[in-house]
């Protein structure tokens, strides 16, 4: 699949879930467990270190995208995997409370992704994290228009989906295509998800690709009701 066929699928994906808002930090903030909270700070305290390290005198500019749009990025893919997850485990379900990161790849025809969110459990309303890897597989009898040509629906194919219990600092943050500086934190063992694993990681011949949205961290593009270019410094100056 080229990279136009990988954004169109991309397009569409991200336009299914436009009335879901995500929680704002500071109403999450106490229903995290300590470890998450101490992560978060510990992202913002080393994002801002690195800026005025490297840029003393530069204001910091303001994200070309809102928080809100960088969790429908992720969103869609966070529902598929607790949709199959909560199917396999009836008296355990949750809900997905806010998307962390994503990261795409290619990989035999297809785009491929490694997904962390934190979702709310029905039974206990205890906020976990979780890892999912979801990919799509173009369908051969439904389509959507986009553009000059039907472009096929793609169908939601979930390998894994699963809690990243604590402590979260044994997991790893890294595989061949997630950065480290997305915190994307993977299950243990050497193939417990597909693309990218320690162990098929050489053959497996993966396309990178953008992330389409150019998105970051959770927490850190600006406010839906507040575009103001000093939002980065007000995010970083929140307490926990």
């Known amino acids: 699949m080229d990279s136009r066929s990988l954004e169109l699928?991309?397009?569409?994906?991200?336009g299914s879930d436009e009335q879901w808002r995500a929680p704002a930090l500071e109403s999450l903030l106490p229903d995290l467990s300590r470890e998450e909270q101490l992560r978060l700070q510990n992202q913002f305290r080393e994002r801002e270190r690195k800026w005025r390290r490297y840029n003393k005198n530069s204001p910091r500019p303001t994200s070309p995208h809102s928080e809100r749009q960088r969790d429908y990025y992720i969103l869609t893919h966070a529902h598929h995997a607790l949709h199959h997850y909560n199917a396999r485990h009836p008296g355990d379900e949750f809900d997905a409370v806010k998307p962390?990161?994503?990261s795409r790849v290619g990989f035999k025809g297809q785009a491929w992704f490694h997904v962390n969110f934190w979702a709310r459990s029905r039974a206990t309303n205890k906020i976990k994290r979780f890892f999912a890897e979801v990919h799509y597989k173009p369908s051969t009898t439904s389509f959507v228009n986009m553009g000059p040509m039907p472009f096929p629906i793609p169908i939601p194919i979930i390998e894994i989906c699963t809690?990243?219990?604590?402590?979260?600092?044994q997991y790893k943050s890294t595989?061949?295509?997630c950065p480290g500086q997305y915190d994307i934190l993977h299950p243990k063992g050497c193939r417990k998800f597909v693309c990218g694993n320690d162990k098929d990681r050489i053959i497996q011949q993966l396309t990178r690709c953008s992330t389409g949205?150019?998105?970051g961290l959770p927490f850190t593009c600006r406010?839906?009701?507040a575009p103001s270019p000093n939002c980065h410094?007000?995010?970083d100056k929140r307490e926990f």
Request: some cysteine.
């Open 100 to 102: 962390l990161m994503a």
């Open 163 to 169: 809690i990243i219990e604590e402590p979260l600092s």
């Open 9 to 14: 699928k991309e397009y569409y994906l991200m």
């Open 175 to 177: 595989c061949a295509f």
């Open 223 to 225: 406010p839906d009701s």
């Open 233 to 235: 410094d007000e995010e």
């Open 213 to 215: 949205i150019g998105f």
